[in-house]
């Protein structure tokens, strides 16, 4: 199948997604991802200063519904580590 380019260099409008533990944990389960750094808050705080997602719950951005209905263009900018409570802008 061949691909569509017609999105390269295209950009949406920002939208911010606050990430939140709950969502981190059931879409590491999803992925069948099992790092203790979804699950467990000691060992995450310790290793990353919090429960982190994993580096593909960012692309879930594109799927959200900002309740604008328009739709999303997946591109990011990540500018430091994403963890619980943090937000992540796209």
Same mark, same amino acid.
């Given at each position: 199948?061949?691909?569509?380019?017609?999105?390269?260099?295209?950009?949406?409008?920002? @939208?911010?997604?606050? @990430?939140?533990?709950?969502?981190?944990?059931?879409?590491?389960?999803?992925i069948k991802?099992?790092?203790?750094?979804?699950?467990?808050?000691?060992?995450?705080?310790?290793?990353?200063?919090?429960?982190?997602?994993?580096v593909t719950?960012?692309?879930?951005?594109?799927?959200?519904?900002?309740?604008?209905?328009r739709p999303?263009?997946?591109?990011?900018?990540?500018?430091?580590?994403?963890?619980?409570?943090?937000?992540?802008?796209?």
């Amino acid at each position: 199948m061949p691909v569509d380019k017609s999105a390269i260099g295209r950009t949406g409008e920002p @939208v911010t997604m606050h @990430v939140e533990r709950g969502k981190i944990r059931e879409f590491a389960r999803a992925i069948k991802d099992d790092d203790p750094l979804y699950y467990d808050e000691g060992h995450a705080a310790k290793e990353a200063g919090g429960i982190m997602p994993p580096v593909t719950f960012l692309q879930t951005v594109a799927h959200w519904d900002d309740g604008r209905g328009r739709p999303r263009l997946p591109a990011f900018s990540l500018r430091s580590s994403a963890k619980t409570g943090s937000a992540c802008s796209g």
